[in-house]
């Protein structure tokens, strides 16, 4: 009933504000930042607005994963096909920018919502679209570049997300010199931000974006690659290959072949029965390493160097990225949530993937609890099979 009413209340406020600049919501929501380039160029708009086609539609088609049963979860069967929508860099003068999230509002007061999603909401559940008010207004002089993003702050979508938007201005020849200020999201490691100096960015044009900002650009550039957060494609991944290539040598020297990556240290998805898994897992050779203590480039060295990897879904196995050419991976999940982010991009690097629900009762086929942050249980027989599935068994020397 709040809720509702809110919303009433909310719809009053945009009909009687003079805009969000000042106070309310935006006035109106584009779902297809295409389709209102379209109609913005048959007008005689006051603004100048740029779109650029960099990566072509394209359709991505994946094999089945492995997994115990002859029949897959239907989590992924609903996937084995995705039409990938192109990605672009989209130039606006005037445009403003919201929050630690990067959202998107036109000078004519527009949510850009495609390019502008909060991860796990609704478009009308968007923050920009549920405040009274919007942060004071401040204004940027000059050409000002949109890297921040909605789940930026993790390392998944940093290097998935974020970083791939840096190939396309290079694909769009765009001169980083002429750039006044680039928007990052906050939070990152100083080696995260070493990338970004690597990659031609440097510290003094950077602006990291946080709840409270509200930002108006002479000029707004925002490249975007829709297909990025869940269905990474080729592209993407031989940009961050060629990006952390140093890190990838390094890879070949003497690292461990059989990964168990821990999450003992996170906030979610812990695995309940670790010690035992843990101890299974070192008779075959496997060590248990926790990446949140590890720097990236040594992450990358580890994920390279490895044979097999196994581990509970989480950002740590976006390295799955660097892998060598015969590398496996199991990886674990709780009946309650089944993310195929990481099945799609080990189809794209080559890397045999195969995943493991642990112990609960199995959702029926389209009614998916997406329980995020759900524990699990592994049956340590169950992952003892699929690994003899994978024909994976003690080394020699191995106690």
């Known amino acids: ?3 509702f009413m809110r919303k009433i209340l909310l719809g009053l406020v945009k009909m009687l504000s003079p805009g969000s600049k000042y106070w309310g919501p935006p006035k109106r929501v584009c779902l297809s930042t295409y389709r209102w380039f379209l109609d913005q160029r048959k007008s005689t708009g006051a603004f100048k607005i740029r779109y650029e086609e960099v990566i ?6 994946r094999a089945l994963p492995i997994g115990l049963e002859d029949s897959v979860d239907w989590r992924f069967e609903k996937n084995l096909r995705r039409e990938i929508p192109p990605a672009f860099l989209l130039t606006i003068e005037n445009a403003r920018v919201v929050g630690s999230s990067g959202a998107i509002l ?3 007061d527009e949510l850009l919502a495609d390019i502008s999603k909060e991860l796990g909401k609704p478009v009308d559940q968007h923050s920009v679209l549920t405040r009274w008010k919007l942060p004071p207004l401040k204004k940027l002089e000059g050409k000002v570049v949109v890297f921040a993003t909605s789940g930026g702050h993790n390392y998944y979508h940093w290097l998935l997300d974020v970083l791939p938007r840096f190939y396309l201005l290079r694909c769009g020849r765009v001169d980083l010199s002429k750039i006044s200020f680039f928007l990052i999201n906050e939070g990152y490691r100083q080696e995260q931000k070493q990338v970004f100096e690597q990659l031609g960015i440097p510290t003094d ?5 946080c709840p409270k900002n509200h930002w108006q650009a002479r000029e707004l550039m925002i490249p975007f690659a829709p297909a990025s957060r869940n269905n990474p494609t080729s592209w993407i991944c031989h940009f961050l ?4 290539a140093s890190s990838i040598e390094k890879g070949k020297q003497d690292y461990p072949k059989r990964l168990y990556i821990s999450r003992s240290n996170a906030k979610k998805r812990h695995v309940l029965n670790e010690e035992k898994l843990i101890i299974f897992l070192r ?16 992450q990358i060295a580890l994920f390279r160097s490895a044979e097999i990897i196994v581990g509970a879904h989480g950002a740590g196995l976006s390295n799955l990225v660097f892998c060598g050419p015969q590398a496996q991976v199991i990886e674990l999940f709780s009946p309650a949530y089944v993310n195929g982010c990481y099945w799609a991009l080990a189809e794209q690097v080559g890397v045999r993937y195969a995943y493991l629900l642990g112990e609960g009762q199995r959702p029926v086929c389209g009614d998916d609890p997406h329980r995020v942050g759900e524990d699990m249980m592994i049956r340590i027989d ?5 690994l003899r599935k994978m024909k994976v068994t003690r080394q020699e020397g191995v106690l």
């Not at 008779?283 to 040594?298: M, P, R």
Request: net charge negative; proline share 2%; glycine share 2%.
């Open 1 to 3: 009933m709040m809720r």
């Open 56 to 61: 072509p539609e394209h359709t991505l088609e």
């Open 106 to 108: 036109t000078d004519r």
């Open 205 to 209: 044009r950077i602006i990291e974006c």
């Open 241 to 244: 290959r060629d990006i952390f």
């Open 283 to 298: 008779s075959l050779g496997f060590e248990t390493v926790d990446l949140e203590n590890i720097l990236i480039h040594d």
């Open 382 to 386: 169950d992952l003892a099979c699929l």
